[in-house]
């Protein structure tokens, strides 16, 4: 029995037991290295918690099986999707709580189950949700290579002994290893005894095994594929510094950072010099005994030796990681956070103070600042004395208000760069599909714009302006993998609504009293049906888009429901014509369907089978209108308000064709066609009471121009009915030969598990929030569902107005900068005078500026529920910003040096949160031309080319500080490198 198989799901315990002992476990479990944890979606797991949570066992939020198709590429491979996010994507469960998970749910059938082991790193211990994954292949055959996944912590040698056994290599025999990476040049792994991150190979690389020749020599005999890519650029002379760095797998973050370091001059011209080595600080606690800064000389040495095109950081990288866990593996970062922790790191390694004194900082207690920010100085450079001070530190002037005492508390304190923010917009532009009341009409996605705190009937008074539909009459719902993930009401925050949402607004009638919002899943039969254990699914799998609708709470039959969804799915369900025989296959085929009928009992599957509750004769319950015919137009597909009469007649009775607990249309259409012929059903599906039509028969709707049309819409859905004359018997034989579209199950709200109604009679009473699916056979929807039809929709004319650039000056963000601000809640301040933590009011100016200005624009945005990234236009000088107006020390003496910058670099942004790529902008200090640094493509730039919506990070040099290029500007008719694009 595998793990997966939905035979194990065993009968869970009470939902506060289920919530208690997984809390517990996760609560409880410490990563310990070795141990397995398992990958679970998290919008599963976020179900399943409200499931519990709620202490409903018949709760419509049951989750169904465990289901981890969103984290996979394909259904074929299973392969993890690149850059999922934890607790954003998905949870990490130990295996104690995967297992229970495991047995009360059970997983979907094919589906393996996602276990991750725990790795010890050299900083940290970490779940590796992405092992390394890389090509293998022999020397001698390098068109048969396969695929393989090995952890950050195992051996060379374990890859070796993986490649011996796949390839059959003989025992004993001579072998060694290259890597090889996507710029195509190979490296000797010599030390087969080193691990996978030490020996620097990473995802998407190739591993080629050669062994010796019975002559003693290596079949490789340096072709070019084993070329060490230095050696094949000896003869290129190219401008140093002009040099691109290749991608290692989504380190194009890492490689604008450099690239911007790279090209800030008095940095290079340090370690160009090899000045370094006599600062070099191997006894620091807080620093990477030099590692960091020797690793990082080696990159700025190649890239400016002039002989490279592109060079591999490999190395860096490597030591990146094990100085910061952050950067462990091969998914993207943020190139300002890489930064932070470089500048940092080679601040420490490079300290010209061996021994930190202790300094007890005091506050200004009334000094005139002047004296205060100098003592702050002094005490900052004797602990810290490096060319990171020398060339990136300045000095803030702090002040603290409390609101209670009104204590002033000043401070001066050093910074490495300014992280400014950007003027955020109070509206926000959200993108939704509004799906029309007529079934014929297409949804119609439209570009609306509402206040970014505002609520959800925000939104639908935003809509209801561009659709004239009322926002009473709307309905907003998250769609998730072809089902409700979450169905909002109007009062909801808008932050609850992530921009990549899938956000449907679907118009309805106006509601009354006795209607509720009923949720249509569409779903697929499976050829084969599995009738495991737990009863709860019979191979159905949801497809196309859910709808909404109101109905009447009190009950409504099977046929006028399924008139009603015929109705509502008429653009792309065609309905039968009316030479059409929908005939079942084969006899055994209606006997499979009996069985199917007995695992499976539809909405009524608890009803007793018995004929004993059969009462006297009633008229068929019915919804509105829809007793007489599957569709009465618009009105009855919006909303039906007629009463129900409930009959204790059950829905599955003897040889009566019932599907899912409804009866075939067909049979319906023959009981309205001659009623005194059909009168009410038995248990052995004879008619009672035939002699005497039922009491309310002469209430039906007169036959006019109308009823013929209606008429003609039942013969459209439904077979012909059998002739009123005809024998009782011979037409439950005529009947069992005609089939329904679809039928009609109630389920969760995933969409999963069949659910009893808890009503009995052939109407069907609903719950608050009923969730219902109809189920299609694979032919039947082949032969009248019209896929392409039912993805179509059209854009509004709002989706084709581009969105309108807005544009701010950097000045303004130094501004905002320097504004009064309270402290948040999570980080307040402790007042002396007061004894307890304020939130106090906060001011930072600034006191003095060093060489090379950073300036980090905060377009990232996170709060509690969003995520979002401002692509605002800032527009920043290239020459000439003047901060004289931004310090706060005005009596600037002669001796000071000048505030006025030029930008000499910029990290750049492009794309989303998740899907960014980094590239950078650099003048080269030689020749004073600017560059396009692409990972390994080098471009020339142009100065009007370098403000765009993606700047990140801003390099400015001090104007007294920035010497004219001892170069002549080259010619910019041809690119200055070449080299392959390389992309995250």
């Known amino acids: 029995m595998t793990a997966n198989s939905r035979c194990s799901v065993a009968e869970p315990p009470g939902l506060e037991t289920q919530r208690r002992e997984i809390e517990c476990l996760l609560r409880e479990s410490e990563l310990q290295a070795g141990d397995s944890w398992y990958v679970v979606d998290r919008r599963w797991f976020e179900q399943w918690k409200e499931f519990v949570e709620s202490g409903d066992q018949n709760s419509s939020s049951f989750p169904g099986q465990i289901d981890n198709t969103e984290l996979f590429e394909d259904l074929d491979s299973y392969h993890l999707k690149d850059r999922l996010v934890e607790n954003e994507d998905f949870m990490l469960v130990p295996a104690d709580a995967w297992h229970k998970l495991l047995l009360w749910y059970g997983m979907i059938d094919g589906q393996p189950a996602l276990e991750r082991k725990v790795v010890d790193l050299p900083s940290t211990l970490k779940v590796e949700v992405y092992p390394v994954e890389v090509f293998l292949c022999l020397h001698s055959n390098m068109e048969n290579v396969i695929s393989a996944q090995f952890s950050r912590t195992d051996s060379v040698n374990a890859i070796q002994a993986a490649m011996c056994r796949a390839f059959s290599v003989p025992p004993g025999s001579e072998c060694r290893l290259w890597m090889k990476s996507s710029d195509s040049s190979c490296e000797r792994l010599r030390n087969v005894h080193v691990s996978v991150l030490d020996a620097c190979l990473s995802s998407g690389m190739t591993v080629i095994m050669e062994t010796r020749n019975a002559d003693g020599t290596w079949p490789s005999s340096r072709p070019q594929i084993m070329r060490n890519s230095a050696e094949e650029q000896d003869s290129y002379r190219g401008q140093p510094g002009v040099c691109g760095l290749t991608n290692l797998g989504n380190t194009c973050f890492m490689n604008s950072a450099l690239q911007c370091l790279s090209n800030t001059p008095p940095l290079t011209e340090y370690f160009l010099r090899s000045s370094y080595l006599d600062e070099l600080n191997f006894t620091n606690p807080l620093g990477m005994k030099g590692e960091i800064a020797e690793a990082y000389a080696d990159v700025i040495k190649q890239i400016w030796s002039g002989r490279h095109y592109s060079v591999v950081p490999r190395v860096f ?63 900052h450079r004797r602990r ?47 993108e939704v599909f509004f799906v029309s009341l007529d079934p014929h009409a297409k949804p119609v996605q439209h570009r609306v714009v509402v206040p970014k705190a505002g609520k959800v009937s925000d939104l639908c008074a935003a809509l209801s302006e561009m659709t004239s539909v009322p926002p009473t009459q ?10 409700f993930y979450k169905i909002y009401n109007p009062e909801e925050s808008l932050s609850c609504i992530l921009d990549r949402d899938d956000i449907f607004v679907y118009e309805l009638s106006e509601r009354d009293e006795d209607s509720v919002l009923l949720a249509l899943y569409l779903r697929e039969r499976s050829h084969y049906r599995d009738y495991g254990s737990s009863g709860s699914s019979y191979g159905a799998a949801l497809f196309g888009h859910p709808l909404l609708l109101y109905v009447p709470r009190g009950g409504c039959s099977q046929e006028a429901l399924y008139g009603l969804f015929l109705q509502r799915l008429a653009r792309y369900v065609r309905p039968p014509d009316p030479a059409e025989e929908l005939e079942e296959e084969e006899e055994e085929e209606d006997e499979e369907e009996e069985l199917y009928k007995t695992q499976t009992n539809g909405i009524s599957d608890d009803e007793p089978e018995s004929s004993e509750t059969a009462g006297p004769p009633e008229p068929e319950p019915s919804c509105s209108n829809a007793s007489n015919g599957p569709s009465d137009g618009a009105a009855a597909a919006a909303e039906p308000v007629a009463e129900v009469n409930h009959t204790p007649t059950s829905l599955d009775q003897g040889d009566t064709e019932v599907r899912n607990g409804s ?52 013969e459209e859905a439904r077979s012909p009915s059998p002739p009123a004359n ?133 377009r990232f945005s996170y709060t509690k529920f969003t995520r979002e990234k401002l692509d605002t236009i800032v527009d920043f000088p290239l020459r000439d910003l003047d901060f004289s107006g931004f310090l706060l020390r005005k009596d600037v003496s002669t001796e000071e040096p000048p505030s006025r910058y030029d930008l000499i670099a910029v990290s750049n942004h492009y794309g989303g949160l998740r899907d960014g790529h980094y590239t ?62 390389e992309t995250d």
Not at 474 to 483: E, K, L, S, T
Not at 666 to 677: L, N, R, V
Not at 778 to 804: G, I, L, T
Request: glycine content about 4%.
């Open 384 to 430: 810290n004395d490096s060319v990171i001070v020398d060339t990136f530190h300045g000095l803030f002037k702090s002040t603290l208000v409390c609101p209670e005492c009104h204590k002033v508390s000043v401070t001066f304190d050093p910074f490495c760069y300014l992280s400014v923010p950007l003027p955020v917009s109070k509206e926000r532009v959200m």
């Open 920 to 981: 950078s902008y650099a003048q080269n200090k030689d020749n004073g031309q600017w560059y396009y640094f692409d990972d390994s493509k080098v471009t020339y730039a142009a100065e009007d080319q370098i403000m765009t919506n993606a700047a990140y990070v801003l390099f400015y040099q001090r104007q007294d500080k920035i010497r004219k290029p001892t170069l002549p500007a080259p010619a910019t008719s041809s690119a200055p490198s070449a080299g392959s694009m």
């Open 317 to 379: 990288k490597t030591k990146v990681g094990h100085f910061a866990s952050q950067f462990l593996g091969y998914q993207q970062h943020d190139s300002q956070e890489l930064l932070s922790f470089l500048l940092d790191g080679l601040h420490e390694d490079l300290n010209r103070v061996k021994n930190k004194e202790y300094i007890e900082l005091r506050d200004a207690d009334g000094r005139p600042d002047r004296e205060v920010a100098e003592e702050a100085w002094r005490n």
């Open 474 to 483: 709307m309905v907003v719902a998250d769609v998730f993998n072809h089902r």
């Open 726 to 858: 005809e024998h009782p018997a011979k037409r439950r034989a005529c009947r069992k030969r005609r089939r329904s579209l679809f039928t009609i199950q109630a389920v969760n709200s995933n969409g999963t598990t069949e659910r009893d109604t808890g009503e009995g009679g052939s109407a069907v009473s609903f719950s608050s929030q009923p969730y219902v699916a109809i189920d299609w056979d694979p032919d039947m929807k082949k032969r009248f569902y019209n896929e392409n039809e039912a993805e179509r929709y059209v854009k509004h004319a709002s989706m084709e107005v581009p969105q309108q650039q807005t544009t701010v000056q950097l000045q303004e963000c130094i501004e905002l900068f320097t504004t009064v601000e309270t402290l948040e809640e999570e980080n307040p301040w402790y007042c002396p005078v007061c004894k307890k933590h304020q939130l106090a009011t906060k001011k930072l100016d600034l006191w003095s500026l060093p060489e090379v200005l950073i300036i980090h624009l905060k």
């Open 663 to 714: 009866l075939n249309p067909a049979e319906a259409a023959a009981c309205e066609g001659d009623a005194s012929a059909c009168g009410d059903l038995g248990a052995d599906g004879e008619a009672e009471g035939a002699a005497e039509p039922p009491a309310e028969e002469p209430q039906q709707p007169r036959a006019s121009a109308d009823g013929e049309k209606e008429e003609d819409k039942q």
